[in-house]
């Protein structure tokens, strides 16, 4: 399966920003790309501290992860840095910051 095709057993989960109050469309990809290069990445965050493709949020075995891609300004999961390249499990209501933009994890 490519990185690309919907899953569709997957749960309805989704990013929401604590500063904008928006919430991102469902993440329905093994592999939802966060980051600044809007051409690039499934959820784009308008922050210059943000890196261009700064991480990925992965869906296997059941479960979601967070995988920073060695960025500039660090990923962490409510409120502790997590070690770049290295799948974290996230779960409901964790938050994720990307430098500082902050992002509640929801599966609904």
Do not use: C, Q, W
């Not at 990445?41 to 060695?70: C, G, K, W």
């Amino acid at each position: 399966m490519d990185n690309d095709t919907p899953i569709k057993r997957m749960p309805r989960a989704f990013l929401y920003n604590l500063k904008t109050k928006r919430r991102s469309l469902p993440i329905r990809k093994e592999v939802y790309k966060m980051g600044k290069e809007r051409s690039y990445v499934d959820y784009h965050i308008d922050n210059i501290a943000v890196s261009r493709h700064h991480a990925n949020i992965v869906y296997h075995d059941d479960n979601f992860y967070i995988i920073d891609l060695n960025s500039t300004n660090h990923t962490y999961i409510n409120g502790t840095a997590i070690l770049p390249n290295t799948e974290i499990m996230i779960k409901n209501g964790m938050v994720i910051r990307l430098a500082d933009t902050e992002l509640l994890f929801k599966i609904v």
